[in-house]
């Protein structure tokens, strides 16, 4: 079992939808959550940063943490086509493993909001 | 603006080249790390540096060395290039603090013929 799981998609929305994207994970150990954006061709960028659980809201964007259940979302209010990427999540245990900041990614959901 | 810089963007090379790969961070992150990313296989960690001339193997090391000789470059090499090594490979740095995200670079979509 891999320690973080991911839905692949793809996921098809049309523009104006709520979208729900989410992580289980394995270890309770895990303190900090993230979530990154991944346009096409091009690297992962930081979206979103929780510590343990509770809801974060920054603009349409709201990620969620359920450490009870080892469950993570995403939410996007209002989603337009520049939404349109693969949304990786992440986590760290909050200590250093192995002497650095390791953090454990999800294989990533492919997001297409279309007009 | 912050960033990591990876020297190129797309590369063709021929099976059995020795190829190199350069990331630059201007940050001054101590951890770095080279991942690859394939198609349903996600992020995968090839190697990591969290010092200068510090070097740790990540989960698929076979068929890569890494340089790290100042803390703003770290270098990814194929010592003889293989097809099942076309992939897209991103460059990352991070804070030590555990609490840190990565700061990615673009990546260099790599095919080897």
């Known amino acids: 079992q891999k320690e973080v799981e991911q839905d692949p998609g793809p996921l098809s929305v049309p523009e104006g939808a709520i979208v729900s994207l989410n992580c289980t994970y394995s270890?309770?150990?895990?303190?900090?959550f993230m979530w990154y954006r991944q346009y096409s061709r091009k690297g992962p960028e930081l979206l979103m940063y929780?510590?343990?659980?509770g809801n974060k809201e920054d603009g349409r964007f709201t990620a969620q943490v359920d450490k009870s259940s080892k469950y993570i979302s995403l939410f996007i209010r209002d989603s337009q086509p520049s939404d349109s990427a693969t949304y990786l999540c992440a986590m760290s245990l909050g200590g250093l493993s192995g002497g650095y900041n390791k953090l454990i990614f999800g294989a990533g959901t492919r997001l297409a909001v279309h007009p | 603006d912050v960033k990591v810089t990876q020297s190129s963007r797309y590369l063709v090379k021929r099976t059995g080249e020795k190829v190199f790969l350069e990331c630059v961070q201007d940050m001054d992150h101590e951890n770095m790390f080279w991942y690859r990313q394939d198609p349903g296989l996600g992020l995968r960690l090839i190697y990591f540096s969290y010092d200068v001339k510090m070097k740790e193997k990540g989960d698929i090391p076979e068929g890569y060395s890494v340089s790290r000789e100042k803390k703003e470059r770290f270098s990814l090499i194929l010592e003889s290039a293989s097809t099942n090594q076309t992939s897209m490979y991103l460059c990352a740095s991070s804070l030590i603090a555990p609490r840190s995200g990565y700061t990615f670079g673009s990546g260099t979509r790599l095919t080897v013929v």
């Open positions: 270890n309770s150990a895990f303190q900090y």
């Open positions: 929780t510590y343990s659980s």
